[in-house]
């Protein structure tokens, strides 16, 4: 079974601080990674993917994996209550010929005015 | 189209009775998959297609499920005999290729009575 491991919070963090969320995976042919907001009620949305090893930025977000550690990370810098969502993680890995992408649970984050 | 459109919204059916739910792509997308969202879960895998063949259905839960895409374009997802633990949000996703980040659709919210 390929998983995808998220805390699922809640994240609470102070209006103008980095929230950091965390994912793991446990298959180690991952070859790309994303990050999903999901407002309350509403469909995820693609914020940021990464397919190598390091940092990449984009505004606010930055979004770092270590394929080593298996660790894939999202940073989001001065953050404001607009915010508030669950932040999805999601590895693609081979599967049967194609990119099979496997979701985590996500991980609720409250940004306090 | 402009993005992902899935229909109906709400469904609301008798258990035993046969429902289909359909999912309308971005136009040019060649990859289509379909999702079930529990409350506060991630999406969790049903099947892909890729253009019109159905590379994947290994998400599936049993043989009352099954889902098309005869022309490369809309797919429809059946489900027969509905049973109350089938009520979820199902969700549809496009993308340009397999591996690419998706474009979610509204999701139709299940609820079987």
């Known amino acids: 079974q390929k998983e995808v491991e998220q805390n699922s919070g809640p994240l609470s963090v102070p209006e103008g601080a980095i929230a950091s969320l965390n994912c793991t995976y446990s298959d180690r042919g991952s070859q790309s990674f994303f990050w999903y907001r999901q407002y309350s009620g509403k469909s995820p949305e693609l914020i940021m993917f990464i397919y190598s090893n390091g940092d990449k930025e984009d505004g606010r977000f930055t979004a770092q994996l270590n394929k080593a550690s298996q660790y894939v990370s999202l940073l989001i810098r001065d953050s404001q209550p607009s915010d508030s969502a669950t932040y999805l993680c999601?590895?693609?890995?081979?599967?049967?010929?194609?990119?099979?992408?496997?979701f985590g649970i996500g991980t609720k984050l409250q940004v306090i005015p | 189209g402009a993005g992902v459109s899935q229909s109906p919204r709400y469904k609301v059916t008798k258990r035993g009775q046969d429902v289909a739910l359909r999912c309308d792509p971005i136009s040019g997308h060649v990859s289509l998959y379909w999702y079930r969202q529990a409350l506060g879960q991630g999406p969790e895998f049903l099947t892909y297609f890729n253009y019109e063949a159905q590379q994947d259905k290994s998400g599936l839960p049993n043989d009352r499920f099954s889902a098309e895409r005869p022309e490369g374009s809309i797919s429809t997802l059946t489900i027969q005999r509905t049973e109350q633990r089938d009520s979820a949000m199902y969700r549809c996703a496009s993308s340009q290729g397999q591996g690419d980040g998706y474009t979610f659709g509204s999701g139709t919210r299940l609820t079987v009575v």
């Open positions: 999601a590895a693609a890995g081979r599967s049967g010929g194609y990119q099979k992408v496997t």
